[in-house]
């Protein structure tokens, strides 16, 4: 399983970028996809996460500018980013949960993808 992230790039404040992640290979489910971040100097934190079901979590500094949503049928789930601020630099890591008969849960991340906000 494979998951290729991409879309991340240089842009104002202000701005927005899109960012994609396209998964290949074989799962038995995809339980949830989302999106982490880890800024220099920090931990990886969660940025949204959608569920086969539809549930979104955002993380509260990105909720009302961040829109996560997936192409179940291209197995692709996107991140829409508006109003970056300087403080969304950081690596965007694209994140998949899944399972599999006798195990509970498997988590897949893909190479992530350099935001850079500048002020």
């Known amino acids: 399983v494979q998951l290729q992230a991409s879309g991340g790039g240089l842009v104002q404040a202000g701005g927005s970028l899109r960012l994609s992640c396209a998964v290949s290979?074989?799962?038995?489910?995809?339980?949830?996809m989302g999106w982490y971040r880890q800024a220099p100097g920090k931990e990886r934190e969660l940025v949204a996460t959608v569920t086969s079901g539809g549930d979104i979590n955002y993380e509260d500094s990105v909720k009302g500018r961040f829109t996560i949503f997936r192409d179940n049928a291209e197995n692709t789930v996107y991140l829409q980013m508006n109003s970056l601020k300087p403080e969304d630099t950081a690596v965007y890591y694209c994140n998949l949960q899944s399972h599999a008969p006798n195990v509970r849960k498997i988590i897949y991340w893909g190479k992530g993808t350099q935001v850079t906000v500048s002020s």
């Open positions: 290979g074989s799962l038995f489910s995809i339980d949830a």
